[in-house]
């Protein structure tokens, strides 16, 4: 399976249980916070702050707790000031690692993600060291079993779609970014329930893990980053096969 797919799916599993909620809250009320600041608070005309919306929605955030985030942005709560940061480093065999950050002290952020890439065995690399590994996509991912493969590819590329790919028991769709509202609003149109629907950092290439050991090193890294609070997204280029991610402990 897609490294990055195959991780996303797993995020959107965590973001649902309920140990996570709080935490998934407050990440969302950052970004919520973010593109209400930088684009105003109405999401028909701010595109950033609409699919910070859907994704508050998606771990069952509350309407007035979404409202309060988008007042605390527009001057009509206490002001918070967050900055927006991107790290990028190596994970155990090279894998290259994006980290979108949320933070209200960069030195404090900065420090504490090069310690978590110490801890699994990767270092933190200059601005720029990665990031053209990777490209700006939609992507969308629906269970094989909720539709045809034919029926969606047919909506899927009728509506934008790049590319889709069976991998692991999942459709995978992606697109331009500027396609991706049309294609994710025609598969809500025929009812066809999405695992993921983000715009993501999508590697052009991918590292295969094919040992269990480093494959429980990656994912315990990743884990780490995504509970981190200032972390608003963990992106990385590895590839572990479903036989060996199913015997990582985590």
């Known amino acids: 399976m897609s490294g990055h797919s195959h991780w996303s799916t797993i995020k959107h599993k965590k973001a649902s249980a309920d140990a996570k909620r709080g935490k998934s809250w407050s990440k969302v009320a950052r970004m919520i916070i973010m593109a209400a600041k930088k684009g105003g608070g109405d999401p028909n005309g701010n595109l950033s702050l609409r699919y910070a ?6 771990v069952n955030m509350p309407k007035d707790t979404i409202d309060k985030a988008i007042k605390k942005a ?3 709560g206490s002001a918070i000031n967050f900055e927006e940061m991107v790290y990028e480093g190596y994970g155990p065999k090279g894998v290259a690692l994006m980290i979108d950050v949320l933070t209200d ?3 404090r952020t900065v420090a504490e993600i090069k310690k978590i890439f110490e801890r699994h065995g990767g270092a933190l690399g200059a601005t720029g060291c990665v990031g053209w ?4 996509k939609g992507l969308i991912t629906v269970k094989t079993e909720a539709v045809k493969e034919d029926d969606l590819m047919e909506i899927a590329l009728g509506a934008g779609a790049e590319d889709m790919r069976n991998v692991g028991g999942i459709y995978e769709i992606t697109c331009l970014p500027a396609a991706f509202e049309g294609l994710k609003k025609a ?3 025929k009812s066809i329930p999405m695992e993921v629907a983000e715009v993501s950092m999508v590697p052009a290439n991918e590292i ?9 090193k990656i ?3 990743m884990d780490e980053f995504e509970d981190h609070e200032d972390v608003q997204n963990a992106y990385a280029n590895f590839n572990i096969p479903d036989d060996i991610m199913a015997k990582v402990s985590g």
């Not at 590994?133 to 700006?136: I, N």
């Not at 295969?208 to 429980?216: K, L, M, S």
Request: net charge neutral.
């Open 53 to 58: 919306i859907d994704k508050a929605k998606a």
């Open 74 to 76: 527009t001057g009509e």
């Open 105 to 107: 002290n960069r030195t």
């Open 133 to 136: 590994m990777f490209h700006k």
């Open 187 to 189: 598969l809500e149109a």
């Open 208 to 216: 295969p893990i094919n040992d269990v050991e480093t494959a429980g």
């Open 219 to 221: 994912v315990r890294l």
